[in-house]
């Protein structure tokens, strides 16, 4: 929280406020995205390896499985529609940094599924280590780079450093979780049956909450500007302080 509200600042100053309206549009969706992807994947992963311990390679198989499924529904959502998406709320990079995002998007599926098994494990130390190494790696690449070249930034630049922190973070995550991780892939018709019988209930769930959570974004983009949007979410992050 506190890495993120400080690189919060820092883009408020160094951001157009177009261009910090379309970034708070970026973090809205790929928010959506990891919060309902967690939803259909991540409690389903820690009932299954709590009760069934000796069965962690076709569990992990199948988290996996339905992780990459889901990214690659996400990926092909934004490459049918980022466009689309640009045309209809009058923006101009929304589309260029969301198909950034993609390559994170992928990158993810292992630092999702590493928070996984912490969770699983009860290993509540190494998730905030984790988070903190994302989140840290972040906020040093942007103010490395801001000193390198000064205040003259672009987004798509500010959008593939925050790619290279997920990278990184992932990296660091598969050394602390690579004795916990499977030793092989084996995939059961049963267990992937069981994973959606129990993960859809709360994928729904949080695709309507989200889709509550984001409204107020979307509606100021689709009826005002991205420069409203960029003030809007000033006013909420001053409120949740």
């Given at each position: 929280?506190?890495?993120?509200?400080?690189?919060?600042?820092?883009?408020?100053?160094?951001?157009?406020?177009?261009?910090?309206?379309?970034?708070?549009?970026?973090?809205?969706?790929?928010?959506?995205?990891?919060?309902?992807?967690?939803?259909?994947?991540?409690?389903?992963?820690?009932?299954?390896?709590?009760?069934?311990?000796?069965?962690?390679?076709?569990?992990?198989?199948?988290?996996?499985?339905?992780?990459?499924?889901?990214?690659?529904?996400?990926?092909?959502?934004?490459?049918?529609?980022?466009?689309?998406?640009?045309?209809?709320?009058?923006?101009?990079?929304?589309?260029?940094?969301?198909?950034?995002?993609?390559?994170?998007?992928?990158?993810?599926?292992?630092?999702?599924?590493f928070e996984y098994i912490f969770q699983a494990k009860l290993l509540?130390?190494?998730?905030?280590?984790?988070?903190?190494?994302?989140?840290?790696?972040?906020?040093?690449?942007?103010?490395?780079?801001?000193?390198?070249?000064?205040?003259?930034?672009s987004l798509h630049k500010i959008i593939i450093l925050h790619v290279?922190?997920?990278?990184?973070?992932?990296?660091?995550?598969?050394?602390?979780?690579?004795?916990?991780?499977?030793?092989?892939?084996?995939?059961?018709?049963?267990?992937?049956?069981?994973?959606?019988?129990?993960?859809?209930?709360?994928?729904?769930?949080?695709?309507?909450?989200?889709?509550?959570?984001?409204?107020?974004?979307?509606?100021?983009?689709?009826?005002?500007?991205?420069?409203?949007?960029?003030?809007?979410?000033?006013?909420?992050?001053?409120?949740?302080?």
């Amino acid at each position: 929280m506190l890495a993120g509200f400080i690189i919060f600042l820092i883009l408020l100053r160094v951001l157009s406020k177009d261009d910090m309206g379309i970034y708070v549009l970026y973090f809205t969706i790929i928010t959506a995205f990891e919060v309902t992807r967690d939803g259909l994947i991540k409690n389903t992963t820690i009932r299954y390896m709590r009760l069934s311990e000796g069965e962690n390679n076709q569990i992990q198989s199948t988290a996996i499985l339905f992780n990459i499924i889901y990214s690659l529904c996400f990926i092909s959502l934004v490459l049918l529609f980022a466009e689309k998406l640009n045309f209809l709320w009058d923006v101009v990079d929304l589309a260029k940094v969301l198909k950034i995002y993609c390559i994170a998007a992928v990158i993810s599926i292992l630092f999702s599924h590493f928070e996984y098994i912490f969770q699983a494990k009860l290993l509540f130390k190494r998730i905030f280590f984790l988070y903190a190494t994302k989140q840290f790696s972040y906020l040093l690449l942007i103010v490395f780079y801001l000193i390198l070249r000064g205040y003259s930034v672009s987004l798509h630049k500010i959008i593939i450093l925050h790619v290279f922190a997920i990278l990184f973070s992932t990296v660091v995550g598969f050394f602390i979780a690579r004795k916990y991780m499977l030793t092989s892939f084996t995939f059961q018709y049963s267990n992937i049956i069981s994973f959606w019988k129990y993960g859809r209930f709360v994928l729904f769930t949080n695709i309507c909450s989200q889709a509550f959570i984001t409204a107020d974004h979307f509606l100021l983009i689709s009826f005002l500007s991205a420069p409203t949007v960029s003030i809007y979410n000033v006013s909420v992050w001053v409120a949740y302080l």
